[in-house]
Antibody
Framework: ELQLVESGGGLVQPGGSLRLSCAASGFIFSNYGMNWVRQAPEKGLEWVSYISDSSSTIYYADSVKGRFTISRDDARNSLYLQMASLRDEDTAVYYC??????????????WGQGTLVTVSS | EIVLTQSPGTLSLSPGERATLSCRAS???????LAWYQQKPGQAPRLLIYGASSRATGIPDRFSGSGSGTDFTLTISRLEPEDCAVYYC??????????FGQGTKLEIK
């Protein structure tokens, strides 16, 4: 069964750092582009970052560029998001989402259940 | 940056009725770049439609997508109680790579 399980969320002070992880199983992780998408409380979806299957291509939303770093470890079937200089507006549930390879990574075909990041003093 | 505007904000219908959800873009783009998602309360989003009209794996044929250019539609025929959810459209572009509409909340009476 395909699974994406996020971890690493929690309460952090403004200006602090946090590292999110996403453990993948049930598919050949190294063959897929991966994304982080977030959702602030009671708000809509916002794409955060993308990493290609080979890690050769990485993109970020302007709102996190220079503060967040996406990476992957194919040997561990894991995706990561290193978050620094956190702001109140980064408070959200962070979802790990698989790129839809059949459609050239133009959408997200599987999602994890999310991990909550709360930035507050 | 392409902006997606979904309407209506909230839709309230009865079981068995047909729901029509709209997603309008600020600029025209290829239908290959439009997807729809369903998000039930407390759950992660689920891919329903990609390429504007192709159903994702396991999605019942009650769900259909259409449209081109700047106007796209998600239609749910024969509504069931479990269709109660927020529905989002999503565009694949260049900068930013992905944008979402603000969502349409579907209520089943």
């Amino acid at each position: 069964e395909l699974q994406l399980v996020e971890s690493g969320g929690g309460l952090v002070q403004p200006g602090g750092s946090l590292r999110l992880s996403c453990a993948a199983s049930g598919f050949i992780f190294s063959n897929y582009g991966m994304n982080w998408v977030r959702q602030a409380p009671e708000k809509g979806l916002e794409w955060v970052s993308y990493i290609s299957d080979s890690s050769s291509t990485i993109y970020y939303a302007d709102s996190v560029k220079g503060r967040f770093t996406i990476s992957r470890d194919d040997a561990r079937n894991s995706l990561y998001l290193q978050m620094a200089s956190l702001r109140d507006e980064d408070t959200a549930v962070y979802y790990c989402a698989r790129g839809h390879a059949y459609n050239y990574d133009r959408d997200f075909d599987y999602w994890g259940q999310g991990t909550l990041v709360t930035v507050s003093s | 940056e392409i902006v997606l505007t979904q309407s209506p904000g909230t839709l309230s219908l009865s079981p068995g009725e047909r729901a029509t959800l709209s997603c309008r873009a600020s600029q025209s783009f290829s239908s290959s770049f439009l997807a729809w998602y369903q998000q039930k309360p407390g759950q992660a989003p689920r891919l329903l439609i990609y390429g504007a009209s192709s159903r994702a794996t396991g999605i019942p044929d009650r769900f259909s997508g259409s449209g081109s250019g700047t106007d796209f539609t998600l239609t749910i025929s024969r509504l069931e109680p479990e269709d109660c959810a927020v529905y989002y459209c999503q565009h694949y572009g260049s900068s930013p790579m992905f944008t979402f509409g603000q969502g349409t909340k579907l209520e089943i009476k």
